[in-house]
């Protein structure tokens, strides 16, 4: 089945990047999210890379993914107190459906 | 455009009681997935619906159901309910092959059994 991780914590000084990694095991995913979610909140959508791609950037947001490793990343540059908040990636396996597997999230908190 | 909207945001039960939730989507979008969160857990798929039909379901028992409405509208209920269905349930709005892989998510209900 699939299976997503994540490391639990990461700080970071303002100003600084961060790097938020995540392994997944379904090598058939077709698409990789990334989602924020700040307390008492629900889930906002960062970004998501199709999985025949190795980098996508949007602003301060890089998605770096080896498909071989099955290993995926977001990098948050000139990183700012408002991103201190809990990172999920997710999976979107091929099955036709929507269903997401998310990984366990990484709590990013940055020290002004 | 108005974002994923749910309802109630907070509820509180008492086990063996029964809880409806509802979601709205997004304008035109034609799927809604539930997700259940919990500190334990993290964050499951119950499931989705797609054109008034479900299309897709997690590993939950029988307690948990749902239904889509013609205009897209969801409800999931929970019927039963026990103490370790206390958790945030959250909605997720998506074109689904009308549009692109974006999965947008609502603010939750938070639902407290005690």
């Known amino acids: 089945g699939e299976d997503v991780e994540q490391s639990l914590f990461l700080s970071v000084r303002e100003g600084d990047s961060s790097v938020i990694n995540c392994t997944y095991t379904?090598?058939?995913?077709?698409?990789l999210y990334w989602y924020k979610q700040e307390p008492g909140a629900g889930l906002q959508l960062l970004t998501y890379?199709?999985?025949?791609?190795d980098m996508k950037q949007d602003q301060r947001l890089t998605v770096l993914l080896n498909k071989k490793d099955k290993h995926l990343s977001l990098r948050i540059a000139d990183t700012q107190t408002g991103d201190s908040a809990i990172y999920f990636c997710?999976?979107?396996?091929?099955?036709?459906?929507?269903?997401?597997?998310f990984g366990t999230g990484t709590r990013l908190t940055v020290i002004p | 455009k108005a974002g994923v909207t749910q309802t109630p945001r907070y509820l509180i039960k008492t086990r063996g009681q029964q809880v409806t939730l509802s979601c709205s989507p997004i304008?035109?979008?034609?799927?809604v997935s539930w997700y259940q969160q919990t500190p334990g857990q993290g964050l499951q798929f119950l499931f989705e619906?797609?054109?008034?039909?479900?299309?897709n379901k997690g590993n939950f028992p029988g307690r948990f159901s749902g239904r889509q409405f013609s205009n897209s509208r969801s409800e999931m209920n929970v019927s039963t309910l026990e103490l370790g269905d206390s958790a945030l349930y959250l909605c997720?709005?998506?074109?689904?092959?009308?549009?692109?892989?974006?999965?947008?998510f609502g603010p939750g209900t938070r639902l407290t059994v005690t």
């Open positions: 997720a709005s998506s074109a689904a092959g009308t549009g692109g892989p974006e999965q947008y």
């Open positions: 379904d090598s058939s995913s077709t698409y």
């Open positions: 890379i199709f999985s025949n791609m």
């Open positions: 997710a999976e979107r396996p091929q099955t036709g459906a929507n269903n997401l597997f």
């Open positions: 304008s035109g979008h034609r799927s």
């Open positions: 619906y797609f054109s008034e039909t479900q299309r």
